[in-house]
């Protein structure tokens, strides 16, 4: 069955720096892959989306990278702030949407 | 901006007691979705809906599960005969369309808990 990994652990950074999130899944080949944040107790926000065509997506301080042959892509989020402190999630799937567990981002000022 | 919106926030329920959740989808969107997500668990797909059915359907949504938009705003989710382990947050999300190339806006959710 399709199975996705994000670290499980949290990952501490401090402002300013970047932050890089892993996911990677196996038993898959998905067309689209995408990536939300959220907040605890609220629903997950949709903040990109790369296809399997894609290498590279980026919005504002945010950058995927979806490497198809690895099953795996990185989230980052440059010049990293307080605000951004949250759990991401990556999602997969091409009508719906198998979730990660997510990674919590910490990030201390 | 447009935003999904979802009664009640909070529902607490006797076990075996039927709920209904209920779910305003944006107005222009004609995928709608409903997924739990237990607590400190992953968020999980139960069931999506177009044009007035079921499209897809996980293994988790079964005979207990049903869904219904009974006018042009409104979409609900039912649980027949709740059970202790469906006590969960339950998102309500829709889409432009089905493919996974558009983004799923998500409810705040209803948090469930069956005593």
């Known amino acids: 069955s399709q199975k996705i990994e994000q670290n499980s652990e949290a990952l501490n950074i401090q402002e300013g720096k970047t932050a890089t999130l892993t996911c990677n899944y196996t038993?898959?080949?998905?067309?689209?892959l995408q990536w939300y944040r959220q907040d605890p107790g609220r629903g997950p926000v949709f903040l990109l989306l790369?296809?399997?065509?894609?290498k590279e997506k980026r919005k504002e301080r945010l950058k995927v990278t979806f490497d198809t042959t690895l099953k795996q892509s990185l989230f980052h989020i440059t010049a990293s702030q307080p605000a951004d402190s949250a759990t991401y999630l990556c999602?997969?799937?091409?009508?719906?949407?198998?979730f990660g567990k997510g990674t919590m981002l910490l990030v201390s000022p | 901006e447009p935003e999904v919106t979802q009664t009640p926030s909070h529902q607490v329920t006797q076990m075996g007691q039927e709920v209904i959740l209920r779910c305003v989808p944006i107005?222009?969107?004609?995928?709608f979705y409903w997924y739990r997500q237990i607590l400190g668990q992953k968020v999980e797909f139960l069931v999506s809906?177009?044009?007035?059915?079921?499209?897809?359907k996980s293994e988790i949504f079964d005979d207990q599960f049903s869904v219904e938009r009974p006018d042009g705003s409104n979409f609900t989710l039912k649980i027949r005969s709740t059970k202790l382990e469906d006590s969960a947050m339950y998102f309500c999300?829709?889409?432009?369309?089905?493919?996974?190339?558009?983004?799923?806006?998500f409810g705040p959710g209803t948090r469930l808990t069956v005593t």
């Open positions: 999300a829709s889409s432009e369309a089905g493919l996974g190339t558009y983004e799923q806006y």
């Open positions: 038993n898959y080949s998905p067309a689209y």
């Open positions: 790369i296809r399997e065509n894609e």
């Open positions: 999602a997969l799937g091409d009508s719906t949407l198998t």
């Open positions: 107005s222009n969107h004609l995928y």
């Open positions: 809906f177009y044009n007035n059915e079921i499209s897809e």
